[in-house]
């Protein structure tokens, strides 16, 4: 059975968006493996502690993400 899992830093999506992921994600998924799969396909959305997150081996927190998202240059 499909096991998609999303990993995320806290605090960057609200609730609302990470069931759009959870939707999203699943639909992509069906496309690919027929909509019979539907009911078998589980997505897991994890939050991961702000800083706990590594690139580069610099340490990731929420703000840097939403910096990024913003167009900006993150600063850690």
Same mark, same amino acid.
């Given at each position: 059975?499909?096991?998609?899992?999303?990993?995320?830093?806290?605090?960057?999506?609200?609730?609302?968006?990470?069931?759009?992921?959870?939707?999203?994600?699943?639909?992509?998924?069906?496309?690919?493996? $027929?909509?019979?799969?539907? !009911?078998? @396909?589980?997505?897991? *959305?994890?939050?991961?502690?702000? #800083?706990?997150? $590594?690139?580069?081996?610099? !340490?990731? @927190?929420?703000?840097? *993400?939403?910096?990024?998202?913003? #167009?900006?240059?993150?600063?850690?």
């Amino acid at each position: 059975m499909p096991f998609i899992n999303v990993k995320v830093i806290e605090g960057v999506f609200d609730t609302a968006q990470k069931q759009r992921i959870i939707s999203k994600l699943t639909d992509a998924m069906v496309e690919i493996e $027929g909509e019979n799969m539907r !009911p078998v @396909t589980w997505c897991v *959305v994890e939050e991961v502690r702000s #800083g706990d997150w $590594g690139i580069a081996g610099n !340490p990731l @927190t929420t703000q840097d *993400v939403r910096t990024l998202a913003a #167009g900006a240059a993150a600063t850690s």
